[in-house]
């Protein structure tokens, strides 16, 4: 019992030591923001940050049962996913930022039966944290990829563990970024109501959000799509 | 608007460029031995240090403090040239085989007998002591004088 506490404990560590590490901080940050800037609802802030938790999770479950079973080499999808993952990652988040500053709107947005069901921006939100977990989890990077491929995968190897360790240590790459995100979600209700300008902060916690988001993918666009990445 | 514009153009050419780069397979690096043969003093062991053209703060912190462990903890025998320093970019296409032959995923620290460079390791618990210099300080000496001399 000791010792599968231990390797548990082990599991969740090398997550949350991937989450604050400056290698994926950039993307975390795009993440806090996001999921950050529903200013007055912390519950919806906090259900977001768990679903983007998941995401990650069940990103790393699944990479972690394809390697566990033998399906794939490590390293041949480490290189593959540091290869082609960041590269999509910056126009992606540049898109994402852009919807959010509604330069681009999405298909169907704005319909009359959009309207009639009510608040959509708030439930693509909701729905949109799941995927940017699993995105954002197999976006690696040389720190992310020593702890996952180098760390965790020999651990859930040994013990035959391709979803229990795998999930503890996405809920530790998640973990930080929801804090956070409840924090920042609740400074702002704070100034909001102290200034009795809620709706004004609202609006530009959503361009602030829009901005970072869409600084890290200019980022992540010159430093991995244009100029290329790396071989590792 | 403008500027909306040219962010997406910016984004599409990326989308493009992945694209393309996708379309076009790299070419084979060519099977060759993952150690230069030096037929006189060739040292016993080599400490690869593997890093990319891109370098990141944790990666140097990295191969700084392997670095200075080999220097401190094996000056007699850098000196004597049973063992070596070894710091390689594999993003240089001679270099690119090393990934293969070390079945590489990241920046590594590997442990390689020259004669027999089939006999490696690649310390793959720097990524999580990095954060404690003594710790992976000791892990990295300890690695070493515990790999086997052919």
Known sequence: ?232 | MKTGALLLALAGSGIAAVTGAGAVAPPKPKAAPAVAASPAASPGILIYYFHATTRCATCRTIEAYAHETVASKFASDLEARRLEWRAVNVDEPANRHFIRDFQLYTRSVVVVDAKDPKRYKVLDRVWQLVRNKAAFQGYVEQEIRAFPRS
């Open chain 1, 1 to 232: 019992m000791d010792a599968t506490l231990a390797v548990s404990a082990t599991a969740l560590w090398m997550g949350l030591l991937t989450s604050v590490s400056p290698c994926p901080l950039a993307a975390n940050i795009a993440a806090m923001s996001y999921l950050g800037r529903e200013v007055g609802s912390r519950r919806r802030t906090l259900v977001g940050g768990l679903l983007y938790t998941l995401g990650r999770a069940l990103a790393y479950a699944a990479l972690a049962a394809i390697l566990v079973g033998g399906l794939l080499s490590v390293p041949e999808v480490a290189l593959f996913l540091q290869a082609h993952m960041n590269r999509v990652l910056g126009p992606l988040l540049v898109v994402v930022g852009l919807v959010l500053l509604e330069w681009i709107r999405l298909p169907g947005f704005g319909s009359r039966i959009y309207d009639r069901t009510g608040d959509r921006l708030v439930k693509a939100g909701l729905v949109g944290a799941l995927p940017l977990g699993a995105v954002l989890a197999l976006a690696f990077c040389p720190v992310s990829a020593g702890l996952f491929f180098g760390g965790l995968i020999p651990l859930a190897l040994e013990h035959r563990s391709s979803l229990w360790l795998p999930a503890l240590y996405g809920l530790g790459t998640g973990l930080p970024v929801v804090v956070f995100a409840v924090l920042v979600s609740a400074g702002l209700a704070w100034a909001g109501s102290a200034f009795h300008r809620l709706q004004a902060v609202e609006r530009w916690a959503r361009r602030v959000t829009a901005v970072v988001v869409i600084a890290v993918g200019l980022y992540y666009t010159w430093s991995f799509t244009i100029r290329g990445g790396s071989s590792l």
